[in-house]
Each structure stands twice: as structure tokens, then as C-alpha cells.
Nanobody, 114 residues
Framework: QVQVVESGGGLVQAGGSLRLSCAAS?????MEWYRQAPGLQRELVAS???????TYSDSVKGRFAISRDNAKNTMYLQMNSLKTEDTAIYYC???????????WGQGIQVTVSS
């Protein structure tokens, strides 16, 4: 049974920083961070391939940085210059194993206060 576990969320003031982590119990391939704010649809925030190619949504470009450690099957999201509109539940999604099945993390709350 593959497990995907997120950590690192919390409460921070606007302008501050947080770092999210997401660890899987198997070999990982493409990885993504999503977020969902109350009343809104889940949106893709950033993605990273096993080779390290990254993409970002326009709303976080220049403020967030996605990275990974393949040896640890772990992905990170460094969030800087946080804004109140970044408040959401953040989810990681990972393709795990040779068949690349997608697994989601449990979600972690990020709250940015003004």
C-alpha cells in the first residue's frame, strides 16, 4: 500500500514563508502540488518531473519554488512572499511505481493572515 504524507503547513503572516513537504513510500515520477480554497475548485499550483523540469501557475510564479529529492521520494514547495489569497488546503499528487498510478496526499492547511 503506497502512502503519501504531507507536512509543513500552518499559519503565517502575509509576506512570510512556509515550506511544504510530501513524501511517498515508493519510487516517484511526476509530482504536483494543488490547492483548494473555500468555495473554489482545486487548482494546479506547480509540477515537477523526475528529471527536474518545473511549471508554475501564474498566481505563484516568482514566489513559490517546487523541488524534489528522488533518493527520498520527497517533494517540496517553498512558498515565499505569501499573500492572504494563498490561503487554502494544499494537496500533493504523485505518480508512484512503474505503472505511474496517481496518489494524493491527505491535504494540509495553509493560512495566511493579513
Amino acid at each position: 500500500q503506497v502512502q503519501v504524507v504531507e507536512s509543513g503547513g500552518g499559519l503565517v503572516q502575509a509576506g512570510g514563508s512556509l515550506r511544504l513537504s510530501c513524501a511517498a513510500s515508493g519510487r516517484t515520477y511526476d509530482m504536483e502540488w494543488y490547492r483548494q480554497a473555500p468555495g473554489l475548485q482545486r487548482e494546479l499550483v506547480a509540477s515537477i518531473t523526475r528529471g527536474g523540469s518545473t511549471t508554475y501557475s501564474d498566481s505563484v510564479k516568482g514566489r513559490f519554488a517546487i523541488s524534489r529529492d528522488n533518493a527520498k521520494n520527497t517533494m517540496y514547495l517553498q512558498m515565499n512572499s505569501l499573500k492572504t489569497e494563498d490561503t487554502a488546503i494544499y494537496y500533493c499528487k504523485m505518480a508512484v511505481g512503474v505503472l505511474g498510478y496517481a496518489y494524493w496526499g491527505q491535504g494540509i492547511q495553509v493560512t495566511v493572515s493579513s
